[in-house]
């Protein structure tokens, strides 16, 4: 029992966590998909190992990258995307302006990714210095939505629909009446669907310094340009001036050795992991004045429902509750 006591105190005592190396690089490596607010089945999955695609919040990035900017021990950012499955476009918004700030404190960004998916790529765009692998590529689609229409499938199986709706772009029953998108919804779905579309490549070519239209050109026409390197989705990226250089993980961490150092000969960059960073930065956060004028921030994500509700979804008495306090 002694000998229990001794060894919790001794872990409790001399396991400080973490360290912030001097002049190291911080890791921006977000996993999954980037939220306002976790839902309790992520929260849960830790304590019971389950399977559930991981969350990391908006919050947390935007607080590592502007404290990051004014920490004399962090030199530069390196973006690791490889793990994030995708963000919505105010969410990429949001994170692309905190990166701009820390360029801004005179720091540099380095990204590197083996391939870009179209969220990952916003955030890569607004590196310094954007590296591709080899056997990479830069996934870029456009914005679009696919539905399903059973009219004639209803048909064949007898089914009758006896529906009830007033205006001409009431869309939501439409599968059920249509095998095709009617040209209401059509216009309507384009309005928003262009909208979004438009500031995700002037954003990316005020990053990248081109012309926005070269991106809908990109998509377009790839079969085309993808013809003219014979295959090679890396070099038609470099062509495209959506990447800056093709570099193996070999040759960007040699090059990060160079810049901040070796760690510990272990053989790679001296360098701090986004949350091991947020650890040790979150005490300083918290020192916040209770009595200094603050902003109430109420997330309302999700189906709203009756009642109280968890994370993750809208309670009509608990979000009720949340706007009284």
């Known amino acids: 029992f002694l000998l229990l006591v001794i060894l919790f105190f001794s872990l409790f005592l001399f396991d400080r966590g973490p360290e912030v190396p001097d002049g190291a690089a911080l890791v921006l490596s977000p996993s999954g998909y980037i939220v ?7 929260l849960s999955a830790k304590l019971f190992s389950d399977d559930v695609e991981a969350e990391t919040l908006l919050k947390d990035i935007i607080d590592v990258v ?13 973006l690791d995307l490889h793990q994030m499955a995708g963000a919505g476009p105010s969410k990429l918004q949001d994170v692309g302006v905190a990166l701009n700030r820390f360029k801004d404190s005179g ?28 056997m990479g590529g830069v996934g870029l689609f456009g914005y679009g939505l ?15 629909f006896h529906v009830f709706r ?12 249509r095998d095709d998108m009617s040209p209401y919804a059509r216009e309507s779905n384009l309005a928003w669907l262009n909208e979004l579309w438009g500031h995700y490549k002037n954003d990316i070519a005020i990053q990248r310094n081109f012309d926005p239209e070269s991106l809908d050109d990109y998509i377009n026409n790839f079969p085309t340009h993808l013809a003219k390197f014979s295959g090679d989705t890396a070099q038609l990226a470099l062509d495209r001036n959506l990447v800056d250089a093709i570099k193996t993980r070999d040759e960007v961490r ?21 949350m091991d960073y947020l650890q040790i930065i979150r005490p300083h ?12 921030v109420i997330v309302a994500k999700g189906m709203i429902l009756d009642g109280d509700q968890p994370a993750g979804t809208i309670g009509g008495d608990s979000l009720a509750d ?4």
């Open 66 to 78: 502007d404290y990051a900017k004014d920490d004399q021990r962090i030199k530069l950012l390196v």
């Open 36 to 42: 306002e607010q976790k839902t309790p089945s992520v």
């Open 146 to 160: 696919y539905r399903a229409y059973f009219k004639s499938a209803l048909e064949k199986l007898r089914i009758n």
């Open 107 to 134: 720091k540099q960004i380095i990204a590197h990714g083996d391939f870009f998916t179209q969220p990952q790529y916003y955030l890569a765009a607004h590196a310094d210095n954007l590296y591709l692998s080899p």
């Open 322 to 325: 949340l706007i009284r306090q």
């Open 285 to 296: 956060l918290n020192m916040k004045n209770p009595l200094s004028p603050q902003v109430g």
């Open 166 to 177: 007033v205006g001409t772009f009431k869309s939501a029953l439409e599968p059920f009446l």
């Open 254 to 274: 040699r090059e990060l050795m160079d810049l901040v150092g070796e760690e510990n000969d272990s053989g790679t960059f001296k360098q701090i992991d986004f």
